[in-house]
């Protein structure tokens, strides 16, 4: 299938520390989009990474992307208490359908 | 501007029941889906709607789960006879149109629990 699958399942670390979160994938894909879920916020879009893109920033997000080894990463860097969260990638193949995994939870300890 | 909503934000229901869950998406958005998420898990994909049109239905789990967007605009997710294994957080999200808008933005999900 086109799920995503996120390594690691957990993660904790200090606060300040960066934290780097893995994504492997099946097929081909249009692009790879990550989201954050809270319990305060529920779901939110982070970043998307296009097929054709290798990196991207957003504030203290990058994302890679290498399509030949299927697989993505997601660094946070200088980590917050508010960015403890679960972390999906989610690859879409088509041009709506999304496909999470199940996660890495991400835990910053203040 | 306001995102998307659902309601109930939390529903039980007795086996056998049926219940209906509402999403309200941001106006405008003319695709919206349905996913399932269940305890420890991703969301995974259950409906697509574009517009009125329900144009993907793949993941709905069984012909008790029905799902319909009439006016294009607010739809309901139909569950009929629950099942204990029907127990999820059920979340709603909508996109807009716009060239190569893929982003999709999530309503806070309602909690069904089966007992």
């Known amino acids: 299938s086109q799920q995503g699958e996120e390594d690691p399942q957990a993660l904790s670390i200090q606060e300040g520390e960066n934290a780097t979160m893995n994504c492997s994938y099946k097929?081909?894909?249009?692009?790879l989009q990550w989201y954050r879920q809270n319990s305060g916020r529920g779901l939110v879009h982070l970043i998307l990474?296009?097929?054709?893109?290798r990196e991207k920033h957003s504030g203290r997000l990058r994302v890679t992307l290498d399509t030949s080894k299927k697989s993505s990463s997601l660094l946070i860097t200088a980590s917050r208490a508010a960015d403890t969260a679960s972390y999906f990638c989610a690859p879409l193949s088509s041009n709506y359908k999304l496909t999470f995994g199940k996660g890495t939870l991400l835990t910053v300890n203040p | 501007g306001a995102g998307v909503s659902q309601s109930p934000r939390y529903k039980v229901a007795k086996r056998g029941q049926d219940v209906a869950l509402r999403c309200d998406p941001i106006?405008?958005?003319?695709?919206l889906f349905w996913y399932q998420q269940a305890l420890g898990q991703g969301p995974e994909f259950l409906t697509y709607f574009q517009n009125e049109a329900q144009l993907d239905k793949s993941g709905l789990p069984s012909d008790r789960f029905f799902a319909e967007r009439p006016e294009g605009s607010v739809s309901t997710l139909k569950i009929q006879r629950t099942q204990q294994e029907d127990s999820a957080v059920y979340l709603c999200?909508?996109?807009?149109?716009?060239?190569?808008?893929?982003?999709?933005?999530f309503g806070p999900g309602t909690r069904l629990t089966v007992t």
């Open positions: 097929t081909s894909i249009n692009n």
């Open positions: 990474i296009r097929s054709n893109e």
């Open positions: 999200a909508s996109r807009s149109r716009g060239s190569g808008s893929y982003e999709q933005y």
């Open positions: 106006s405008g958005h003319v695709s």
